[in-house]
């Protein structure tokens, strides 16, 4: 019989996410799946587990767990207060609930996405090959209170728990931006004052952009004579109406209108999606070439995280779950170490 996860309480925006649905813009849908999809690779290496599954993305705020049979868990994101009952847990490592234990996520102190990976990953009917929750298409939808999660089969459920160091991209700073098809629409002053600008992350910020507010002029473009129709993809930094960038995020458009100055590099869309309402943003411009040599695929970016994490030290006496593991293994008579007569 599967395990079962429930949320007792849901936080405002909680949903499935996993990697999404790629290859699918020319009919449409743009790939979704997880904000921060680094996150949800770590989760993955903390876990031991081969590639991502889905996991519970929640958007500033937690909320409540409980499951029916043990759960081996990752927290990894947004740094959430959490704890086991009265116990505080880590965060970026895993963890293992219990029956009858309470999982309490609280508010981010860091960063806006956090995710709760069940080590079996999140199973149920899956739609173009993904149960991620794609909102603004219809395809899935909110977790509400109540509502009840079919969990996979833990591959390593006796791994020891593991930790990752702290996220260094949760409190925004710089992105690095390359050029694309419509960056010659801007002229070279547009462009640098692009780079010297201090902005700050919108609170209209959702799953399908980030407006970033700034003082002085808007920014336009050189011959803005109508609407330019073009492919988008997540990271696109498109210049609206009104002259404010605004940074296409997982569930964006297919097609724009809007110009597009440049793209922020998928090294840096973890910085993007996590910026914390009014956390400073920034840009810096880089070649094509340079942009290209710092692409890493998810694959490697699956072996550097696994390479990064560690073993967690525990201490018996806060450990809740103390009695779930098998403490005698080895023990002996006493007699029977002794050399036959």
């Given at each position: 019989m599967s395990a079962v996860l429930t949320i007792v309480k849901a936080g405002p925006l909680m949903t499935v996410q996993d990697l999404g649905r790629p290859g699918r813009i020319g009919v449409g849908l743009s790939p979704g799946g997880a904000m921060d999809r680094q996150a949800l690779m770590a989760g993955a290496a903390l876990l031991g587990l081969a590639q991502p599954g889905a996991a519970v993305e929640m958007a500033g705020l937690g909320g409540q767990f409980r499951c029916d049979a043990p759960l081996r868990f990752a927290l990894t994101g947004a740094v959430m207060s959490a704890r086991i009952d009265d116990s505080p847990l880590r965060w970026n490592a895993t963890h293992?609930?219990?029956?009858?234990?309470t999982l309490t996520i609280g508010g981010a102190s860091a960063g806006t996405y956090?995710?709760?990976?069940?080590?079996?990953?999140?199973?149920?009917?899956?739609?173009?090959?993904?149960?991620?929750?794609?909102?603004?298409?219809?395809?899935?939808?909110?977790?509400?209170?109540?509502?009840?999660?079919?969990?996979?089969?833990?591959?390593?459920?006796?791994?020891?728990?593991?930790?990752?160091?702290?996220?260094?991209?949760?409190?925004?700073?710089?992105?690095?931006?390359?050029?694309?098809?419509?960056?010659?629409?801007?002229?070279?002053?547009?462009?640098?004052?692009?780079?010297?600008?201090?902005?700050?992350?919108?609170?209209?910020?959702?799953?399908?952009?980030?407006?970033?507010?700034?003082?002085?002029?808007?920014?336009?473009?050189?011959?803005?004579?109508?609407?330019?129709?073009?492919?988008?993809?997540?990271?696109?930094?498109?210049?609206?109406?009104?002259?404010?960038?605004?940074?296409?995020?997982?569930?964006?458009?297919?097609?724009?209108g809007y110009p597009r100055i440049g793209t922020v590099i998928e090294a840096d869309m973890a910085r993007a999606v996590q910026a914390p309402v009014e956390a400073a943003i920034g840009f810096d411009w880089l070649t094509l070439d340079t942009a290209d040599?710092?692409?890493?695929?998810?694959?490697?970016?699956?072996?550097?995280?696994?390479?990064?994490?560690?073993?967690?030290?525990?201490?018996?006496?806060?450990?809740?779950?103390?009695?779930?593991?098998?403490?005698?293994?080895?023990?002996?008579?006493?007699?029977?170490?002794?050399p036959a007569p």
């Open positions: 293992l609930l219990m029956p009858g234990q956090g995710y709760l990976t069940p080590a079996g990953g999140i199973t149920g009917p899956a739609a173009l090959k993904s149960v991620a929750a794609h909102l603004s298409v219809g395809l899935g939808e909110r977790l509400q209170d109540g509502a009840t999660l079919t969990l996979g089969d833990d591959p390593q459920p006796d791994r020891a728990h593991r930790g990752l160091p702290p996220d260094d991209h949760l409190t925004g700073g710089t992105l690095r931006l390359m050029p694309g098809p419509q960056t010659a629409m801007f002229d070279d002053d547009t462009r640098a004052r692009l780079a010297t600008t201090a902005f700050t992350r919108s609170p209209r910020a959702s799953r399908t952009g980030a407006p970033l507010l700034h003082d002085g002029a808007p920014f336009a473009a050189k011959s803005p004579s109508g609407p330019v129709s073009d492919f988008v993809r997540a990271g696109d930094v498109q210049i609206t109406g009104d002259g404010t960038p605004f940074v296409m995020m997982a569930e964006c458009q297919t097609i724009g040599a710092l692409h890493r695929t998810d694959a490697q970016i699956m072996a550097t995280l696994r390479a990064r994490t560690f073993p967690l030290l525990r201490d018996p006496a806060g450990m809740s779950d103390l009695l779930s593991y098998q403490l005698i293994g080895g023990v002996t008579a006493g007699d029977d170490l002794e």
